[in-house]
């Protein structure tokens, strides 16, 4: 796939009529809609329009990345500061396209997005920067910036900087508010905790949990010993162990992120009627 094009919001609204025969996607990750796909896909999926993207970059702090173009729908991931987004379409003050970091498709508010500006460093500490407005803006750990400007040195790391403990990453999320659809400091889900975690190794990986099962390498047998780094992934679940008992995870179950015995998190998902309680395991960082 070609990367999305940034010159101008005109390309945004690019029309083409193909024909041919449709092939099966995923909606999460292919921006497919009844009257508009990303010509991207044009060769494997019929529509009766197509529209080539443009890369725009988030200008808010966070913004919500919903399922449907509405204020009100549900939350399916979150856009950071810096963070790029293909845009496809605007309809009534809503961008649509995909997050150019995973390809989740979804809408965010138009006037959320700007100018791309290619990333140079990842906050690793909260810190503020100056804002569209003139004024002080408060960035959440994981936004994106393009140059350092007078964020203090600790506060950042190059983009390709890889965390010499990545786990210890996940950890500094404890006790963070469980957020569905979130990816930050300020609210985070299961699977948004172990994609931050790996982006800070150097690790892509998928939005949700049956992605990042099904898509990620590293797959080790159930009945390994426990190490620190093993993800360990549950029916619509996953978490990352801090050492040979111990799972770190955001857990609606408590409403934040927690350090739990693995043990007990698998009675619990057990007598929820989900049998076995771990489908799979993955061992992407070092122990």
């Not at 790029?84 to 979804?106: E, K, M, S």
């Not at 408060?138 to 964020?151: E, F, I, K, T, W």
């Not at 797959?219 to 050492?243: E, K």
Request: charged fraction near 20%.
């Amino acid at each position: 796939m070609g990367k999305p094009s940034r010159h101008g919001e005109g390309a945004a609204t690019e029309r083409f009529r193909l024909e041919g025969r449709s092939q099966s996607f995923d909606p999460r990750v292919d921006a497919i809609r009844p009257d508009l796909a990303d010509v991207a896909l044009a060769s494997r999926h019929f529509a009766p329009h197509y529209a080539k993207a443009v890369a725009r970059s988030c200008v808010v702090a966070r913004t919500p990345v919903r399922a449907k173009a509405d204020a009100d729908s549900e939350m399916v991931s979150e856009l950071l500061f810096g963070e790029g987004f293909a845009l496809l379409d605007i309809t009534g003050g809503w961008a649509w396209g995909y997050c150019l970091h995973d390809h989740y498709v979804g809408y965010v508010p138009q006037d959320t997005l700007g100018a791309y500006v290619e990333p140079a460093f990842r906050l690793i500490a909260p810190a503020s920067v100056t804002g569209a407005n003139g004024q002080p803006l408060a960035l959440p750990v994981g936004a994106l910036l393009g140059d350092a400007g007078s964020v203090p040195a600790d506060a950042i790391a190059a983009l390709d900087t890889k965390a010499d403990d990545a786990v210890a990453t996940a950890e500094a999320m404890f006790d963070t508010p469980y957020l569905w659809g979130g990816r930050s400091n300020e609210g985070i889900d299961c699977s948004g905790l172990i994609q931050t975690m790996l982006a800070r190794a150097g690790i892509a990986a998928p939005r949700d949990s049956d992605q990042q099962l099904g898509g990620l390498n590293g797959d080790i047998d159930l009945a390994a010993p426990y190490q620190r780094g093993d993800i360990l992934y549950f029916p619509d679940h996953v978490g990352v162990m801090i050492d040979d008992k111990i799972l770190l995870h955001a857990t609606q179950h408590y409403g934040k992120v927690v350090k739990e015995a693995l043990a007990d998190v698998v009675a619990r998902i057990e007598s929820e009627g989900h049998s076995p309680a771990i489908i799979g395991r993955k061992r992407l960082l070092a122990g």
